[in-house]
């Protein structure tokens, strides 16, 4: 009799979870981002938010920030994820960055075409953000821009295993984050949120000045999987942009 219960439940949750995961969003469309608010209670946010991410930073504005980013990454295992949004690597046990002077550890990156953020109205093909987690919970982003050029060799073995069909793969070597990073950590921080649904706030974002390359080969191999997956930048709303190096 309790097996039965035991079953019972775990069917309920499955399908409970099932159909929250069901709430189809994507980047074009009646499920496009100008509609994500309104595809879910869950989603409310997306429309209502008034720090969403990401903006266009205005460089002019930016004030000045003491504390500079430091990394303490290290190669982990991981797996490389299509959740059918965008291509995510997780890492296990990726190291961890001090971000606004608080240690934040890496959980994953994932990658948009074109870059989310604009820089003074620029706009770069590819992006990478790498997603990081605070003791006390809180979500802290830094992100890389790409420009097209030179293969990236750090992220080669990635685009040669990742997933064309929503699915996942074992990293086949351990990897470590500092790979991706451009020579240079001066960076612009605000405050924003999830970029994908439901768009919940309080992430800090630190966009790095400088860009890193990928090949055009690189990018189109991404582009045939998802062809945009970039949410279009979103009101400041007073916000305040500040920079460090
Ligand atoms: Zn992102």
Request: aromatic share 8%; proline share 6%.
């Amino acid at each position: 009799m309790k097996k039965v219960l035991v079953v019972a439940c775990l069917t309920a949750f499955a399908s409970l979870s099932y159909a929250e995961g069901a709430v189809k969003w994507g980047y074009e469309g009646n499920i496009g981002p100008a509609n994500w608010g309104d595809l879910s209670k869950e989603f409310a946010t997306c429309k209502t938010g008034q720090v969403q991410a990401p903006i266009d930073i205005q460089t002019k504005q930016a004030g000045k920030n003491s504390a500079p980013i430091k990394t303490n990454y290290k190669a982990s295992a991981g797996e490389i994820l299509n959740n059918g949004h965008t291509i995510q690597v997780n890492l296990a046990d990726g190291g961890s960055a001090n971000l606004g002077g608080a240690d934040y550890k890496i959980l994953q990156f994932h990658m948009h075409t074109p870059a989310e953020e604009k820089i003074d109205g620029k706009s770069f093909p590819f992006n990478a953000h790498l997603v990081h987690k605070s003791a006390d919970g809180k979500l802290a982003v830094i992100g890389i821009l790409f420009n097209e050029g030179k293969e990236n060799v750090a992220l080669k073995d990635i685009f040669a295993a990742m997933p064309a069909a929503e699915g996942k793969t074992p990293l086949k070597a351990p990897f470590n984050a500092s790979a991706m990073l451009p020579s240079s950590l001066a960076y612009y921080n605000y405050a924003g949120s999830l970029t994908t649904p439901g768009c919940s706030e309080g992430v800090q974002f630190y966009i790095l000045k400088t860009p890193v390359e990928l090949s055009s080969a690189q990018l189109s191999s991404f582009k045939k999987i998802f062809p945009m997956n970039a949410r279009p930048v979103m009101p400041l709303n007073g916000r305040k942009i500040t920079e460090g190096s």
